[in-house]
């Protein structure tokens, strides 16, 4: 389903990346975040052109945005949020989340809080204008093995909340190196979406 503006005021949670592929770190840290801030809502946010990944190969937008479609039905929370690639932006969460308040999303309408991981906050000077954009959305950062939030700048941890979620010492890529089987990583039809669509070297009669 896709996002929407509420008719009532509401808390929405809005969760953005590659999601190549969505996986459990994703869902269950989403889910837990949900509970902790009070969400009515949580959107995923697939990223069409990560700034950050430009180097990298991804697997193309449609693909990861039905894989994400596959995980919806996991949480009744859970939504989709495809600004980015409706609107074509560039990439950036400002751009994004400035978007989002053109189109409604104000906070008289609802209050927006953008998920990010403990290792985007320690990178977030590298991020476009991160001062005007920890000043134009609420931001709660999630816990990332091995990336201390306390180690972020102080003008930074002053205005986000750190969230209490699991550590789950799992990422996308020891997905798509097989260091991870897609049993354990991912929802049961993100994986068969996977053998079918013959993604990350995986084939339709491979276990």
Not at 54 to 71: A, G, I, V, Y
Not at 164 to 193: C, G, M, Q, W
């Amino acid at each position: 389903m896709l996002l929407s503006i509420p008719e009532h005021y509401c808390h929405i949670g809005l969760f953005g990346g590659s999601f190549d592929p969505p996986h459990w770190g994703h869902i269950r840290t989403a889910a837990r975040a949900c509970d902790e801030l009070k969400l009515e809502l949580l959107a995923f946010l697939p990223a069409v052109h990560p700034p950050h990944k430009r180097d990298q190969t991804l697997t193309p937008f449609s693909l990861r945005r039905q894989m994400l479609e596959l995980c919806l039905s996991l949480d009744a929370r859970f939504r989709l949020c495809l600004v980015e690639a409706e609107f074509d932006l560039g990439g950036t969460t400002l751009a994004t989340v400035a978007k989002l308040r053109e189109l409604g999303y104000t906070e008289e309408r609802c209050h927006l809080i953008w998920l990010i991981g403990s290792d985007s906050l320690l990178e977030l000077d590298s991020w476009r204008q991160p001062d005007e954009l920890l000043d134009s959305i609420a931001v709660a950062v999630l816990p990332r093995t091995g990336y201390s939030a306390q180690e972020a700048r102080q003008k930074y941890l002053k205005k986000v909340q750190l969230l209490n979620t699991p550590l789950i010492d799992l990422a996308a890529h020891d997905i798509r190196s097989k260091r991870r089987t897609l049993e354990e990583s991912v929802p049961a039809p993100v994986a068969e979406f996977i053998r079918q669509e013959e993604l990350y070297g995986y084939h339709k009669d491979s276990k």
